[in-house]
Every structure is written in C-alpha cells, then in structure tokens.
C-alpha cells in the first residue's frame, strides 16, 4: 500500500472515528466495515488507471535512403611556394667592402646586369701599373725583335756578325717575348680580381632576397648577398601521403590555393618523389604555376589534384560507425528491425561519407542514434528518405 493509500485511510478514519472515545460496539464495526469499503474502492480505482496507461513504445529514428550519388576522389597536400630555379648569388674572389648596391628585392634584371659593386681603390692601381708594364713589356719585345732582324740581315749580306752574335740576339728576342706573356698573364688575372668586385646577374630573373649593404665587409665564405629566381617561374613544393602518391602523375592538373587570395590558381604537376621519408612516410610533389604577383616565395599554399571520380551511395557522417569489428551502419530491415551492415569506407565528400562496398543505395539506413541500438531490436521509422 503506498503512501497515497494510505494518507486515503487516514482521511478516512478521521472522518468517520469521532476524537472522543466511542464505547458503543457497533458503532465501531460500522466504521470499520466503512473504511475496508473505501480501501477497496481506492485499489479498484488505482487498478483501473494502471490498465489504461499505454503499452512501452519502440524507439524512432530517422532513416534515408541514401541512393547513388556522383562523386570525386581528391588528393589534397599542403607545401610552399618557390623559386623553380633559386640562384644564390654571393662574393666569387678576395673579396672586400660594399661600395654600391643597384637593386632592390622584386626588381627584374637581365643577364650579366651588375647587382652590387665592391671597392676597388686596391685592384684598379695595380690593374694601371700591370697595364703600364705590359706596355713595356711590348716595346722591349718590338725593339729585340729588330735588332735580331738587323743582324740577320747583316750576317747575310756581309757576314761582318759571327753566329754567336747573332744568337744573342735571337735569345734576346725570345726572352722580351716571354717578359710580354708573363706581363699579359699578369694584367689577365689582376683583371679578372676587379671583374668581380662588381656582382652579376648569372641569368634572366627576378632578385627575391637582398642581404648586401653598402659599407659592408663581405669575403668568399660570407653568406650570398642576394637571391635570383631564374626566368620568373615559381611553383609549389609539397608534402604528400603515401597512399595518394600512387594516384598521382606528371603533368596532372593541380588547384593551389594561398592565404588571402580568393582564386586558385591552375597548376600542372611536375615532379613526383623518387623516394618517400620513412620516418613522416611522406613524398615530395613539385607543381608547376603561372607568373603571377601574389605568388611570391614562401606563401603558404594548400594544393588539390582530382585522382578519381565515381557514383556511390554516400551517407551522413553520423551514420558511419566503426568497432573492433571493422566499419558498419545500421539499416532497418524486414519488420522494421535494426540490422547491422559491413561497408567499406571509400572517402570523405562534403556531402557525407562515400561507401565503397556493402551498399547499394537502396536500404534504409539510420542516420542518428546508431551507438544505442542493437541488431535485431524494433524501431520506428521516420522516413525512408532520398538524399537530394
């Protein structure tokens, strides 16, 4: 009897049981006769409500028949943009103070346009005085030259020169000659040590880092004073996974996308890895782009390459479950009974999750809830229905 009843009898024995006491004996057994017939109307009554209230309900989820869908495969990698060809230019000689620099960073420059020049108040004097010497050099030669002429000549006109004399001179004619290719050698190298005080564009390009300034002491081990992009061209170089790098091929179109640009921008794929990073288990792609002046080296840029494309049943993402027992989703089946379906995963779409095997896109699977059902319990559907 529970406490309602029984705050029922009480209500009861107060109202028909005076406070006095009562001695007359049938008094008392009509009141008690009364409360047993107000006991048992109140349990028929309790009884009547218990019988009426309705039976346990099966639990409602919402299914959809996902059908077959079209869809493609992608394989995505992020990565930087870069010089295809970066050319660090530095100091090639002795080396010595910057005098002038005549570029800036994003400036384009041709072949052999000088970039930077060093001092030069050393090498030019001695380049003059090896000058002046070789011009020395030259006349004493011119001169040798003449005098072993003129005693040839002599000698065989009217033989008034022994051999001897006329030897002498033949060795002072080699000797001048040498002194004016040593002289020649000499000048040719001091040259070339003033040729590169002054820095030169190797190729065609684009200047990307400027690390000279004037007043600075560079020497052959000083790091390069600038950084050309041959020709202009950049492009991307990417990590990839290694389950993706066997879907991908040399000169497949590529979408590279960079921070603050809104467009992408239209890529080839270049170069693929010859071999794979074990410890990251990762390749790295280069993908050609277009010259453009918001593709500047060192962008971050995110890139994408379409790798297949089919038409599979794709289901919401809260419908895919997976366990120790691999990957599944419930279906309701015969008897509107939950039943659990093997598939195979097969990509992630925007749209939900492609299944690759185990569907055919008729079937009635439950998007919500999955985890808290068991095979083989009643359901209640709302639905079946047809994704768009």
């Known amino acids: 009897m529970n406490q309602h009843v029984r705050s029922n009898i009480d209500d009861l024995i107060a109202a028909t049981v005076p406070q006095r006491r009562i001695a007359t004996r049938p008094v008392v057994i009509g009141a008690v006769v009364l409360i047993v017939a107000a006991l048992a109307v109140l349990i028929a009554t309790r009884l009547g409500h218990k019988a009426d209230a309705p039976p346990n309900l099966a639990p409602l989820v919402t299914a959809v028949a996902p059908g077959r869908s079209p869809y493609t495969l992608s394989a ?36 052999r346009q000088a970039l930077a020049r060093l001092d030069t108040s050393v090498l030019a004097p001695q380049v003059a005085s090896l000058r002046a010497a070789l011009e020395q050099s030259r006349a004493e030669a011119v001169l040798a030259d003449a005098e072993y002429q003129r005693a040839v000549a002599i000698n065989s006109s009217v033989g008034a020169l022994s051999k001897a004399e006329v030897d002498k001179r033949r060795s002072q004619l080699a000797t001048a000659n040498a ?119 060192g962008a971050f840029a995110r890139g994408e390459a379409q790798v297949a494309s089919d038409v599979r049943p794709i289901v919401p993402q809260t419908a895919f479950l997976a366990d120790s027992r691999g990957s599944y989703v419930l279906i309701v089946g015969a008897g509107d009974r939950v039943e659990r379906r093997a598939v195979r995963f097969g990509g992630a779409q925007p749209t939900g999750i492609v299944i690759a095997e185990g569907l055919n896109g008729s079937e009635r699977v439950i998007t919500t809830a999955g985890a808290f059902l068991h095979e083989g319990e009643q359901v209640r559907v709302e639905g079946p229905k047809a994704t768009p």
């Open 179 to 297: 002194r004016v290719r040593a002289a020649e050698a000499q000048l040719a190298e001091a040259a070339a040590r003033l040729g590169r005080t002054e820095l030169h564009a190797p190729e065609d390009g684009i200047v990307l880092t400027r690390a000279a300034e004037v007043g600075q002491a560079v020497t052959a081990g000083t790091p390069p004073l600038f950084r050309l992009a041959r020709g202009g061209e950049v492009e991307m170089k990417a990590m990839v996974a290694e389950q993706d790098l066997p879907r991908l091929k040399v000169g497949q179109p590529a979408q590279v996308s960079i921070t603050g640009v809104a467009t992408a921008f239209n890529g080839k794929i270049r170069l693929l890895p010859a071999v794979i990073d074990p410890q990251s288990r990762l390749g790295e792609v280069r993908v050609t782009l277009p010259r453009d002046r918001n593709l500047r080296p």
């Open 76 to 111: 995505s990698f992020t990565g930087a943009i870069v010089a295809r060809y970066d050319m660090p230019i530095g100091i090639d000689g002795e080396g010595g103070r910057v005098s002038a620099v005549l570029v800036e960073v994003g400036d384009t420059v041709r072949r």
